[in-house]
């Protein structure tokens, strides 16, 4: 099957600074990738779309100023956290679609675990 | 505001037992219906998807679909330990193929815990 690549797995850094999150599909062009958000014991939240080749959509009450998402390649998406603070620890979770793929067509990245001190 | 409603639980059932997950949804236009089993820390894993209304049986897993009632339901039998996990259902406005697919609504999920 399809796989997403998610890159880093964990982070750690200090408040202020800019954290960068990878996704990658591996084997198939994904013009559409999703992020999402997911605080302890709660469930996933969608926080914004990502186009190739144009401007993210980001859902209500998601700063576009502090996450920059950049769809540059057809397998590549970005999500960076600028100006971190520990309100921003979560777990990111990436996931991109193959409209070409038989049966299951949303394939999910493997999260990024970012804590903030 | 489009939501989607799990009991959170935690659901214990004994190992071989049927488990019984429920799932309503407020959007009645919603297209497509995914169950996920998620580990702590690790990312989603699909379960099954459903489109139409009525059962869909994958193995020992059966997802149940009313659109009439807003309302999904997965059914694991024979259930294992390692069934042991917290199970998420999220829905997509859009069918398979439609631009919106893919932005999907989650519940809360919930914990279901097999005992041996």
């Known amino acids: 099957g399809a796989v997403v690549s998610q890159h880093p797995s964990w982070v750690i850094c200090k408040s202020g600074t800019s954290v960068k999150i990878e996704c990658r599909s591996l084997d198939f062009q994904a013009t559409t990738m999703f992020w999402y958000r997911q605080f302890p014991k709660q469930s996933l939240m969608l926080m914004a779309t990502s186009n190739e080749g144009s401007k993210a959509t980001y859902e209500q009450g998601v700063e576009k100023d502090k996450f920059l998402i950049n769809h540059a390649s057809l397998t590549l998406s970005t999500l960076t956290v600028t100006s971190a603070h520990p309100e921003d620890s979560s777990f990111y979770i990436c996931s991109a679609r193959d409209l070409l793929a038989r049966g299951e067509k949303l394939f999910f990245g493997s999260g990024t675990q970012l804590s903030v001190l | ?116």
């Open chain 2, 1 to 116: 505001q489009k939501e989607v409603e799990q009991n959170s639980g935690p659901l214990s059932v004994p190992e071989g037992a049927i488990a019984s997950l429920n799932c309503t949804y407020s959007d009645r236009g919603s297209q497509s219906f995914f169950w996920y089993r998620q580990y702590s820390g690790k990312s989603p894993e699909l379960i099954m998807f459903i489109y139409s209304n009525g059962d869909k049986e994958d193995g020992r897993f059966t997802a149940q679909l009313n659109k009439a009632s807003q309302y999904v339901s997965l059914l694991i039998r024979d259930s294992q330990p390692s069934d042991s996990a917290t199970y998420l259902c999220a829905v997509n406005p859009g069918d398979a193929g439609g631009t919106s697919y893919g932005k999907l609504t989650f519940g809360q999920g919930t914990i279901l815990t097999v005992h041996p």
